[in-house]
């Protein structure tokens, strides 16, 4: 399983209690998870199989736990790297170190280091070279004007009083500048009361696409992550103009901050200073890190919309049993056909050009494959032509009354991608790029899961704004949720591909090849004791990747369970309390499992000298109705008729499938070239939309509005 950037440090109490504290979680709980983690232990591990250590907390609370461990130790690094600089800078004296130990977050850290950050002489050092400090100090208590107090500094660098002033405003804001606690109030005033601004610019919006924007305010406390990521996005584009505005004015504060009074004899000059501190240096350098705040939790939560529909996504329950004919649409170089078997192997190919006037021949290719190949399903990408060439599939069934023939229409995001990479080319070394991409299109409807694990998560296609997002984040994140879904699912050792193989817990990419080249070379891996005889894995791989590995041909039926080998005298221990042996729960599986269910389990915990964790993961496991979660799950929607746009029209009520699912609505497939948006504020409120919805899910709706100039379509849902 591919590692995660993550720097795991040496266990410490501090680190412990700050997260313990933090998450809420036990310190004994934390303090587990972390040495499992220094381990190399992965999150699906721990979470199934380590229950008992660490008072069984869940995988999401293990990633919490993983997050704040890498924001913790980021931190602490951050402070380690200041130290040091002061040191050699050679200012690092005891009050100073006593602050910057006691700062709590890196914003406190860099606003403490912050007067020290410069390598270039500033206005303010310059005026300091000068010997105008000690005025600037002070300027700040005078209670009556001094008609020589300027002409005393005047020299040859200084030739007039108001070069001396403007030497002393320099020193007096970068002062204010450098103040923690002014930094500090700006940031949070922003945070809390500032508004966001757009502004349409002078550059044409083609298609419209930021109107919404054009002269739109919002709090920044309450911007949702959505809005402002097209805000940004507007901006890179140069179509909007984006920028802060505050009701209330921060400069009588800072003086205040600064100490600074009303009734002093050169007030003028400590205002000036405010004024130039704030304009000139406090307000673009605090707005930019509140840009950095904001637009930081918003790919964090736009990064988990993602992740959550990947997921869902990637647990969309097989189409089992099926021949299916893959077709990846197109009009000038036609349609590319496929034929793969229920096992996804590859039987046949080629091109069709339905969208010409060769679309008799398209026909007769179509209906060979058909009738040779026995097909069950024809699976169309949803690209260019997809909705021309639905339509021409839709009609050949209905003209050859091809009652037995169903069709779907399924994404295509990143077959082209696949189509070229070295995944593909190994798979397919003899074939043309644009006949892999079908046969991807294809082998998705049979197992999602198997086949989107071959392309990069974030050319998936199941969020908005990845590309604006930091890519690095992104494909961390997607990435763990891949690896989650994969050992949820659990790994069938001899169908598997490398790819599938290598997210699996324990396996890095070379143990993944080494166990998928040994099993070709074998021909079958007939148990899980013989993964021990592969290369490279040994007894610590064993432990982490064992349970998550199906062999359903094994003669020990536990090795076709999700129990861990080294619970399998537990599970024996269970079936001998219940009056069986091992021998019968692999003649008569389904009858015992039944049995086992009439027994509670407080039976068992009674019976055997084991924790009732444990004994619970166990007994669960024997009595599991499906290996496989996903086939609890509803299939994919299948269809043998079209729906044209010009069909619809407000209230028409029909069926789609969920594609996507952002934070300000769902977009629906219905059918037709636009995807329908059912807004939030047409769902139920009791529930967030990811907690009510998933992808792939099928909906009821009615159209409420459409507006095909914009290709939009406003839904509702029939509840």
Known sequence: ???????????????????????????????????????????????????????????????????????????????????????????????????????????????????????????????????????????????????????????????????????????????????????????????????????????????????????????????????????????????????????????????????????????????????????????????????????????????????????????????????????????????????????????????????????????????????????????????????????????????????????????????????????????FPDLDVTVRGAISIARRVQDSLAESVKIPPESIGVGMYQHDMNQKDLSNELLREVQSVVNHVGVDINTASYHLLSYVSGLSKTLAKNVYNYRIEKGSINSRKELLKIKGLGPKAFELCAGFLRIPQSKNPLDNTIIHPESYNLATDILKVAGFSLKDFYTDKESIKNKLKNKSLSHFVESLNENSITIETVYNALVADSLDPRDLLKAPMLKNSITKLEDLSRGTILQGTIRNIVDFGVFIDLGVKINGLLHKSQAPKHQTLLEQFSVGQVVDVEITDMDLKRNRISLSLIK
């Open 1 to 427: 399983m591919p590692r995660l950037p993550i720097v795991r440090t040496m266990i410490n109490n501090n680190l412990i209690n700050e997260i313990s504290s933090h998450l809420s979680l036990s310190k004994n709980g934390v303090q587990a998870v972390l040495k499992l983690f220094s381990e190399d232990a992965s999150i699906p591990f721990i979470a199934r199989y380590r229950k008992e250590a660490t008072n069984q907390i869940n995988e999401i609370d293990l990633r919490e736990i993983e997050d704040l461990q890498k924001s913790i130790l980021k931190r602490e690094d951050r402070r380690e790297s200041v130290l040091n600089k002061l040191e050699d800078l050679k200012v690092l004296n005891p009050q100073l170190r006593q602050k910057l130990l006691s700062a709590k977050t890196l914003s406190e850290i860099e606003d403490i280091y912050q007067p020290f950050k410069s390598s270039r002489k500033t206005k303010a050092q310059k005026a300091r070279d000068l010997g105008l400090q000690k005025l600037a100090d002070q300027i700040k208590y005078f209670h009556k004007k001094d008609s020589n107090l300027f002409s005393n500094y005047l020299n040859k660098d200084l030739k007039t009083e108001q070069e001396v002033i403007n030497g002393v405003i320099d020193i007096l804001a970068d002062e204010i500048n450098n103040n923690v606690q002014i930094r500090a109030y700006l940031r949070e005033t922003l945070l809390k009361h500032a508004y966001i601004c757009s502004k349409k610019t002078k550059n044409e919006d083609l298609k419209e696409t930021y109107k919404d924007y054009y002269d739109f305010s919002q709090k920044v406390a309450f911007i949702p992550s959505y809005r402002l990521l097209a805000l940004e996005r507007g901006e890179k584009q140069k179509l909007l103009k984006l920028a802060f505005t505050l009701p209330i004015c921060p400069i009588d504060r800072f003086e205040r901050m600064a100490g600074f009074q009303k009734n002093q004899a050169y007030s003028e000059i400590l205002e000036k200073s405010v004024n130039e501190a704030y304009k000139k240096y406090l307000s673009p350098s605090i707005e930019r890190e509140v840009r950095s705040i904001i637009r930081e939790k918003s790919q964090t939560r736009a990064i988990s919309v993602f992740s959550k529909n990947l997921r869902d996504l990637l647990l969309t329950p097989p189409i089992k049993g099926k021949v299916i004919l893959g077709i990846d649409p197109g009009f000038r170089s036609g349609c590319k056909c496929v034929v793969v078997d229920a096992h996804g192997n590859f039987l046949n190919y080629k091109a069709i050009y339905p969208h010409t006037s060769n679309s008799l021949d398209s026909q007769k290719t179509v209906l060979s494959f058909i009738q040779k190949y026995k097909v069950n399903l024809i699976v169309i990408g949803n690209g260019t032509a997809s909705r021309e060439t639905e339509t021409f599939i839709s009609n050949l069934i209905s003209s050859q009354s091809l009652k037995e023939i169903s069709y779907l229409i399924a994404s295509e995001a990143g077959a082209s991608v696949y189509s070229a990479s070295k995944t593909a080319i190994e798979e």
